[in-house]
């Protein structure tokens, strides 16, 4: 297991269209987290779960979006009827617990979305 | 491949020199603290984390500093090198399950 995972590395795509996002964790993590990184920004907090259940969800997580972690492994994030707002990195990451310990929470490489 | 932060505030330091970056934090509660280093076209990569009852903490030629009062945050790399150009993030928590980011700060390393 070399990390956290993220296909596709970019994706464009119209407006209006929808856009699914796949995210695979290290192996014992049962904690994912995605977030959202705009241009000269930090990452922004989108949702969380633990082993399947999703735990927390951001208000920047409008309803046209949706995640999922159907058994508890890999997850995906959805945008429906993409928007040029929603051109952004999108960021997983896993742990084995709360972000206590940093080295524990790691990033993968990220899915660049352009909308166009 | 395209660039984190196009627009961040930018430290440029002489190779070999030391480096110091800041980081204002926002919420007081926050009582966990981490810095990350972000590559163009990489995911946050972990450098050194703090807890808030620590003032400082070090790391191989990184520390971490954080002073509650005034809630910032700083880390100290020692003798730059031109690897360690990148953008550079604060990131908080407080006990909760995810981390509040800052801003960033470039950081280019000129040999």
């Known amino acids: 297991d070399t990390g956290v995972s993220q296909d596709p590395r970019h994706k464009i795509t119209k407006r209006g269209q929808n856009v699914t996002f796949r995210c695979d964790p290290i192996?014992?993590?049962?904690?994912l987290y995605w977030y959202r990184q705009t241009l000269g920004q930090g990452p922004e907090f989108l949702t969380y779960?633990?082993?399947?259940?999703?735990?927390?969800k951001s208000r920047l997580l409008s309803d046209r979006f949706s995640a999922e972690r159907p058994k508890g492994s890999f997850s995906t994030l959805e945008i429906q009827r993409t928007e040029q707002g929603d051109s952004a990195m999108y960021l997983c990451a896993s742990s084995l617990a709360r972000p206590r310990q940093g080295n524990g929470y790691t990033f993968g490489s990220g899915t660049r979305l352009t909308v166009v | 491949g395209e660039s984190v932060g196009l627009h961040l505030p930018t430290l440029s330091v002489q190779e070999g020199d030391n480096s110091i970056i800041n980081c204002a934090y926002s919420n007081s509660a926050s009582d966990y603290f981490i810095w990350y280093k972000q590559e163009s076209g990489k995911g946050p990569q972990f450098i050194i984390d703090?807890?808030?009852?620590?003032d400082k903490r070090q790391g191989q030629r990184v520390t971490v500093l954080l002073n509650k009062t005034v809630k910032h945050l700083s880390l100290q790399i020692a003798a730059t090198q031109p690897g360690d150009s990148a953008v550079y993030f604060c990131?908080?928590?407080?006990?909760?399950?995810?981390?509040?980011f800052g801003g960033g700060t470039r950081l280019m390393v000129k040999p």
């Open positions: 703090i807890r808030s009852n620590m």
């Open positions: 779960f633990q082993n399947e259940a999703q735990l927390e």
């Open positions: 990131a908080e928590n407080n006990a909760g399950n995810m981390l509040t």
């Open positions: 192996s014992e993590h049962n904690r």
